[in-house]
């Protein structure tokens, strides 16, 4: 859901400062900026401290 909502910001803000002047192909540098940031943070947000859980059933080993 974040990454949706921060290609829709992107968009808008591209959409934004080429109606004020900008170049275009700068401000959708700006925005494929946000996305990349955005899928970064989500690829690793999982392998941040304090977002794993150990209690997880299924997750180990477990001989018989």
């Known amino acids: 859901m974040g ?3 921060t290609t829709i ?8 400062l080429w109606a004020i002047g900008v ?3 700068d401000a ?4 494929i900026t946000m996305i990349v940031i955005a899928a970064t943070a ?3 947000a ?5 977002r ?9 080993w477990n001989p018989r």
Do not use: C, M, N, Q
């Open 9 to 16: 910001a992107g968009l808008v803000v591209w959409i934004v």
């Open 23 to 25: 170049k275009s192909f």
């Open 3 to 5: 990454l949706l909502l």
């Open 28 to 31: 959708f540098l700006i925005t």
């Open 52 to 60: 794993r859980r150990d209690d997880e059933s299924g997750t180990r």
């Open 42 to 44: 989500h690829v690793f």
């Open 46 to 50: 999982p392998y941040l401290p304090g």
